[in-house]
Nanobody
Framework: QVQLVESGGGSVQAGGSLRLSCAAS????????????IAWFRQASGKEREAVAG???????LYADSVKGRFTISQDNAKKTFYLQMNSLKPEDTAMYYC????????????????WGQGTQVTVSS
């Protein structure tokens, strides 16, 4: 079973940057078949989990409208690690951030992912 471990969260002021990392370990070295998506989700206190960014097996990237132009998702296949570079952070970006791996029919639908990390907290102060 693949495990995902996030890191890189922390507290920053509005306008600042953070880079989150998600390291994959265990299980097979790769995915059983194509069309997988690796994504970042976030969940703020009292709110539902929402998709932030995703990267398909083809390498194409996907972003929520709220983070377009500010966040960048990337992947280092050799290190089995993927990243979320977050710039121009806003207080509304405050949330627990999770990475996920799966074969969703729709990339921003959380039920389509079957492997999740434990989360890393991001707090943005004004």
């Amino acid at each position: 079973q693949v495990q995902l471990v996030e890191s890189g969260g922390g507290s920053v002021q509005a306008g600042g940057s953070l880079r989150l990392s998600c390291a994959a370990s265990g299980g097979n070295s790769g995915h059983a078949y194509g069309n997988y998506v690796i994504a970042w989700f976030r969940q703020a206190s009292g709110k539902e989990r929402e998709a932030v960014a995703g990267i398909r097996s083809t390498g194409s990237t996907l972003y929520a409208d709220s983070v377009k132009g500010r966040f960048t998702i990337s992947q280092d296949n050799a290190k089995k690690t993927f990243y979320l570079q977050m710039n121009s952070l806003k207080p509304e970006d405050t949330a627990m951030y999770y990475c996920a791996d799966g074969y969703p029919a729709v990339w921003d639908f959380s039920q389509g992912y079957d492997v999740w990390g434990q989360g890393t907290q991001v707090t943005v102060s004004s």
